[in-house]
C-alpha cells in the first residue's frame, strides 16, 4: 500500500518553462489537494478536488493548473514558471470523515 | 490577523518534560488537524477532532469549540518528538478547505 506518491522530489525549472508535478493515491480518497510551503508563511492551499471531475481553487491557485480525470491522479500544472514559485510543493488526500490527511514525500521546486 | 494562530513558535524541552502547544482559531470550522513535520520534511497526521479529546499513545489532543481554541499535549517527551506541529483547521460552511497555523518547532533534549 503505497500512500500517496508524490514526483519528483527534486526539480529546478529556468523561468518560463512549463513542468506537471504528479501526485497519485491508492486508497481510494475522493479528496485531494496541492500545498505550498515557505518559509514564514506555513502550508497554503493551491488547489483541491472532492472527486474526479471537481476541481476548486484554494488560497493562491494564480499560476497553477489542476485536473482530476481519474481518483487516483491529481497532477500539478505550472504553466510558466516563475521565481515565485519556488517552493516546496505537498500533495495529500483523505480527511473527510474521521480520517486524517496521507501527505506526499514533497517536491522540492526552484525556479531559476 | 490570521485565521489560525499557534503558540508558541518555539519551544525547546528536557526529555521527559510535559509539553503543551496551542492552537486558536477564528473561523468556524468542521473540524481541526493536528500534523507533525519531521525534520526531513515529511508530513504525519497526528488527529482529526471535532469536539472533545483525543488520545494517541504519549499524544493527547483536545478541542474546545466555545472558545475555539485546541491544545496538543505530549506526555513524557522525547528527543524523537522534537518536530514542528501544524494546526489546521477545516473551515465550516460547506468549504474544502484547510487553513493552516505557521506551526511550533519543539526541540526536546536528551
Known amino acids: 500500500n503505497a500512500g500517496v506518491t508524490q514526483t519528483p522530489k527534486f526539480q529546478v525549472l529556468k523561468t518560463g518553462q512549463s513542468m506537471t508535478l504528479q501526485c497519485a493515491q491508492d486508497m481510494n480518497h475522493e479528496y485531494m489537494s496541492w500545498y505550498r510551503q515557505d518559509p514564514g508563511m506555513g502550508l497554503r492551499l493551491i488547489h483541491y478536488s472532492v472527486g474526479a471531475g471537481i476541481t476548486d481553487q484554494g488560497e493562491v491557485p494564480n499560476g497553477y493548473n489542476v485536473s482530476r480525470s481519474t481518483t487516483e491522479d491529481f497532477p500539478l500544472r505550472l504553466l510558466s514558471a516563475a521565481p515565485s514559485q519556488t517552493s516546496v510543493y505537498f500533495c495529500?488526500?483523505?480527511?473527510?470523515?474521521?480520517?486524517?490527511?496521507?501527505f506526499g514525500s514533497g517536491t522540492r521546486l526552484t525556479v531559476v | 490577523k490570521n485565521e489560525v494562530e499557534q503558540s508558541p513558535q518555539n519551544l525547546t524541552a528536557q526529555e521527559g518534560e510535559f509539553i503543551t502547544i496551542n492552537c486558536s482559531y477564528s473561523?468556524?470550522?468542521?473540524?481541526l488537524h493536528w500534523l507533525q513535520q519531521h525534520p526531513g520534511g515529511g508530513i504525519v497526521s497526528l488527529f482529526m477532532l471535532s469536539s472533545g479529546k483525543k488520545k494517541h499513545g504519549r499524544l493527547i489532543a483536545t478541542i474546545n469549540i466555545q472558545e475555539k481554541h485546541s491544545s496538543l499535549h505530549i506526555t513524557a517527551s522525547h528527543p524523537r518528538d522534537s518536530a514542528v506541529y501544524i494546526c489546521?483547521?477545516?473551515?465550516?460552511?460547506?468549504?474544502?478547505?484547510?487553513?493552516f497555523g505557521k506551526g511550533t518547532k519543539l526541540t526536546v533534549n536528551p
Open positions: 495529500a488526500s483523505g480527511g473527510q470523515g474521521n480520517y486524517g490527511y496521507t
Open positions: 473561523v468556524g470550522i468542521s473540524a
Open positions: 489546521a483547521v477545516m473551515k465550516g460552511g460547506g468549504s474544502e478547505k484547510l487553513v
